[in-house]
């Protein structure tokens, strides 16, 4: 991919990942999209979202991460975070339990309010 997601470290030793990685649509039918890979010809549409953990639960191997979309695209959060390494807990189009993440990284998912 020729973006890429950086990291920088704000105060607090907390850490910020903001990831630019393009969307696109990757079935229709499914409504599946991925970010765009490199050579797609500009298909992916440009986004960039920023993520922070908040806490780790060591005894659960889970995270509860802070998610702010910059911009609106569909999946964008799911897209992003399954990109990332990181696949939301229990997601059916973009978690651990199916062939769109190859990896065991998972973050539980809520509304904050």
């Keep these: 991919m020729t973006e890429e997601a950086t990291a920088a470290a704000p105060a607090e030793g907390a850490t910020v ?8 649509q990757l079935d229709a039918r499914k409504s599946l ?3 765009a890979p ?3 010809k500009g298909r992916g549409k440009p986004a960039e979202t920023r993520f922070r953990r908040l806490r780790y639960s060591e005894a659960h191997d889970l995270s509860l ?5 910059l911009t ?8 992003h975070l399954a990109a990332l390494g990181f696949a939301i807990l229990n ?9 769109n993440n190859n990896n065991n990284n998972t973050v539980s998912y809520t509304h904050l309010r």
């Excluded at 990942?17 to 696109?24: D, G, H, K, L, Q």
């Excluded at 609106?72 to 897209?79: E, F, L, P, T």
């Design 17 to 24: 990942v903001v990831c630019r990685w393009p969307i696109e």
């Design 33 to 35: 999209y991925g970010c």
């Design 38 to 40: 490199e050579g797609s």
């Design 65 to 69: 991460v802070e998610c702010v979309p």
């Design 72 to 79: 609106g695209r569909q999946h964008q959060i799911r897209v």
């Design 91 to 99: 997601d059916p189009l973009y978690g651990n339990n199916n062939n």
